[in-house]
């Protein structure tokens, strides 16, 4: 081989591994494991779309005060990651659990632990020595019943009076992190095991005062950070759930952008450890007729589930709206034709954007809250289909 030959191959594996460097994006999916058993159709094992999902966040198992760790749905957790079936009176025939399901394309399953309503115990447990090292002998004795890849700490939030939270959990939640870190590692050194801890965050800047976010990162392999619920019904005007960019009104730092740089600029956490989140879900406004308009709430009429909507729910009555777009925040909204609902929510165009940024800017990765929320009737799932299309080029 001349030496042409030779710097010729040299390069093209050198490009080769540049590309799929540039290619390692992670694609995380938020599997909603207690509401299986009220949507079991949806919810079905066999409809993940395993092979195009870097990691799945099982959600969610939560702490006692003890330090215990326990399944929000016991029942369900027995089948979705044992495949039993006995404690369900559902007609389901098994296809294997979540777990098995993923290893066979490949995709982790990592064990979150919290969310918005079980996180009430994380102070107590955090302060104390003992119910720490409980804690992170729980983490690894649930990934050795299950088979789980790692855990999520989904802790909402740390010094959140209203969740129990204390002026202590700022150092306390840094410490539980490190036990845990110590615990996979002790078990990954006997295993051989790889296992990922990652941390689900808040975007606004008013919580993280309480959170070490530097020495955090130090800690975890991923921080996920939750760009949605960044405006709902609950506020005065309407607004957008979750914005690429500022809005005209409200704060403009309560978007995607602003919280990718909250945590690279303003606290450098590296980029590559930054996932950033899409909502598969969207929240209506009643009596409204213009994004930033007054409105009266929640509709329940067109949508009985009130405020937080499935995107499939929402395509299935796409024909009852108009759609614009919000070109400053780089973020669509939609109005019905007849009875003055306004809709925010994530499409195709506002995700790709989204994915488009992570490219741009280096960042980890994509989170989806929640996975199947735009699982269609056909069988489509045409958000996830655009985030994957963008992160695997």
């Not at 050194?189 to 808040?202: F, H, M, R």
């Not at 954007?353 to 960042?363: G, P, R, S, T």
Request: glycine fraction near 6%; hydrophobic fraction near 40%; charged fraction near 20%.
């Amino acid at each position: 081989m001349s030496r042409f030959q030779n710097w010729f191959f040299t390069l093209v594996i050198i490009l080769i591994s540049c590309q799929l460097f540039a290619q390692k994006k992670a694609i995380i999916g938020c599997y909603q494991s207690w509401k299986f058993q009220q949507y079991p159709e949806l919810l079905d094992p066999q409809n993940i779309p395993y092979d195009k999902l870097t990691i799945i966040n099982y959600s969610f198992f939560y702490p006692l005060e003890s330090g215990e760790i326990v399944g929000m749905d016991p029942a369900a957790d027995l089948y979705l990651l044992k495949g039993e079936t006995d404690s369900l009176s559902l007609n389901i025939v098994p296809g294997g659990s979540i777990i098995e399901l993923a290893k066979r394309q490949g995709t982790k399953v990592v064990l979150s632990i919290g969310g918005w309503e079980t996180s009430n115990n994380f102070p107590e447990v955090s302060a104390d020595p003992t119910k720490r090292t409980n804690f992170a002998h729980w983490c690894i004795k649930l990934i050795q019943q299950y088979g789980f890849d790692g855990i999520d700490i989904d802790w909402e939030f740390p010094g959140y009076k209203k969740h129990k939270g204390t002026d202590q959990d700022r150092e306390n939640f840094t410490l539980l992190l490190q036990t845990i870190r110590d615990s996979l590692q002790s078990f990954e050194d006997t295993s051989g095991k790889n296992l990922l801890l990652t941390v689900s965050l808040p975007a606004a800047a008013v919580h993280l005062v309480d959170i070490e976010v530097e020495k955090v990162s130090s800690i975890v392999d991923y921080m996920n950070i939750m760009t949605y619920d960044l405006y709902g019904s609950w506020g005065k005007i309407s607004n957008h759930n979750s914005a690429l960019y500022g809005p005209a009104q409200g704060d403009s730092a309560r978007c995607l952008d602003g919280a990718f740089k909250l945590y690279h600029e303003t606290h450098n956490v590296p980029a590559k450890k930054i996932t950033l989140c899409t909502a598969f879900f969207g929240y209506s406004y009643t009596n409204c007729r213009e994004i930033y308009g007054e409105h009266q709430g929640a509709d329940t009429i067109l949508f009985k589930a009130g405020e937080d909507i499935l995107y499939s729910q929402i395509a299935d009555k796409m024909d009852l709206f108009e759609r614009y777009w919000d070109a400053k925040a780089q973020a669509p909204y939609l109005i019905s034709k007849s009875n003055s609902t306004l809709i925010s929510l994530d499409d195709e165009e506002s995700v790709a954007l989204k994915a488009e940024y992570v490219i741009e800017y280096n960042a980890g990765g994509i989170i989806i809250w929640p996975l199947m929320g735009d699982y269609l009737k056909d069988g489509r799932t045409p958000l996830l289909d655009v985030i994957y299309k963008k992160l695997s080029r």
